[in-house]
């Protein structure tokens, strides 16, 4: 099964201040992802990325920028954290696009904004 | 626009019992369907997906059938166990993106 760890897995940070997210796979999938996870609002997809160097935008990039520096390694940086992006953060990875891609998931980060 | 509903909040059952998570999809393309659970303090992982050629996929007693005409992918098992004690997504992949949307979730809590 695709190995995906998350670091770190508890953040607590200050208004405005910056974080960074980091997310390593092992299996050479070429796809990325990064989710929040929140109550009433289940996974909402944030950036993805389709190889080293490439990023786009999700569904709620607003806040967010996301780093694919190798195909391993995919970062998400909140510049300048707010109490509204207190969530879990779920970074995934997969294969290419079709019916065999499964997103395998990593372990999670818990951020909280003070 | 593309998105799915699920069986919304809690879903409290008897060990036993049979289970039954509906997901309906509304997609502009030929969609592929997934289930994922996530247990307590867990990362989601997959359950079961559909499948191109009709079959039905199974695993831990789980299955789900596919059907068009409806727009739906009903997660069902013949009986629930503790075990069964999680957040299970709907999800789907839109167009050829590798992107997926997700259902908000339902909690399934079996009780003894």
């Known amino acids: 099964e695709a190995a995906v760890t998350q670091s770190p897995r508890n953040k607590v940070a200050v208004t405005g201040g910056k974080v960074t997210l980091s997310c390593n796979q092992t299996?050479?999938?070429?796809?990325m992802y990064w989710y929040r996870q929140d109550t009433g609002h289940g996974l909402r997809l944030i950036h993805y990325?389709?190889?080293?160097?490439?990023?786009e935008k999700g569904d709620i990039p607003d806040g967010y920028k996301a780093s694919r520096p190798s195909q391993e390694n995919f970062s998400l940086i909140l510049e300048l954290a707010t109490p509204s992006q207190t969530s879990v953060y779920f970074c995934?990875?997969?294969?290419?696009?079709?019916?065999?891609?499964?997103?395998?998931f990593g372990p999670g980060t818990r951020l909280l904004v003070l | 626009g593309d998105s799915v509903t699920q069986t919304e909040g809690l879903v409290t059952l008897t060990e036993g019992l049979p289970v039954m998570l509906n997901c309906t999809y509304q997609s502009t393309y030929s969609p592929f369907l997934f289930w994922y659970v996530q247990h307590l303090n867990e990362a989601p992982k997959l359950l079961l997906k559909s499948f191109t050629d009709n079959k039905r996929p199974e695993h831990q007693g789980f299955h789900a059938t596919l059907h068009k005409s409806s727009s739906s992918f009903h997660l069902q098992k013949s009986s629930a166990q503790l075990s069964d004690s999680a957040l299970y997504y709907c999800?789907?992949?839109?167009?050829?993106?590798?992107?997926?949307?997700f259902g908000l979730g339902t909690t399934l809590q079996v009780q003894p």
């Open positions: 999800a789907f992949l839109t167009g050829n993106t590798g992107k997926l949307i």
């Open positions: 995934a990875s997969g294969d290419a696009p079709g019916d065999q891609d499964t997103q395998y």
């Open positions: 299996n050479n999938h070429n796809n």
């Open positions: 990325s389709y190889g080293a160097g490439s990023t």
